[in-house]
């Protein structure tokens, strides 16, 4: 049954969810990186799908997001556009894809438009970017921002900590959300940040902030969707609930498919042909 009662046919648009910003209607986002699963969760509701440089761990076993490819990126991303008919698809712009040429910028969002079908990038980081988010909006993308922890600048921080604790990283995440509200971005995602500074940011833009981490101030919330359905035990972050003990689940049948398979009880005569 969906959980999404208003509007539960309707495809949501970038432009939808700045309008529920406006009416103070939370926003739902998961990760995808197949067909499958982005069909059970665009039909269980959900209002966005980001296809996220996640897949980089979750999908390929990297200890980081960096690996991970624009052509990488295009097969998940028209995998999961395929399982899609509600949910706004957004994917991510990889490490090395965007920073640095603003030019190169713009042929990889074009690139991703194109072949995979999504309807939007996201991009990590504020000022040090903004040339090619500005570039890739005028041609007429739409980009998330993304603020606070940036996994693709894992080798410049050396952690996965909490960010903008101090009061210079927080102004300067602040000054960079109000940049990216101003130039045209349709949201941002917070990740791993204190609440406080989540909800001073979700107050002071007028586009959607979609927190991970980020506390309950934020606009709407994103999670990676493996990880809320329990199906990687190793990461057991504060701020991650868990819905679902789909490890156990699989273990177990498994585990039976192994046993009946061992003990001849699998297949049956009903079974065969
Ligand atoms: O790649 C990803 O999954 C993300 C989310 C954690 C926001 O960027």
Redesign the pocket.
Known sequence: MSTNTSDSARKVTTRRLIEMKQRGEKISML?AYDYTSAKIIDEAGIDAI?V????SNVMAGNVT?LPITLDQMIYHGKSVVKGVSRALVIV?MPFGSYQGNSKEALASAIRIMKESHAEAV?MEGGKEVRESIERILSAGIPVMG?LGLT?QSINKFGTYNVRAREEAEAEKLLSDARMLDEIGCFGI?L?KIPAELAEKVSAEISIPT?G?GAGRGCDGQ?L?MHDMLGLNRGFSPRFLRRYADLHTIMTDAVGRYIEDVKHGDFPSATEQY
């Open positions: 990760t980001l996220g440089d996640s897949a997001t991510d996201k993304h996994p995602v990740e979609i991970i994103v990676v």
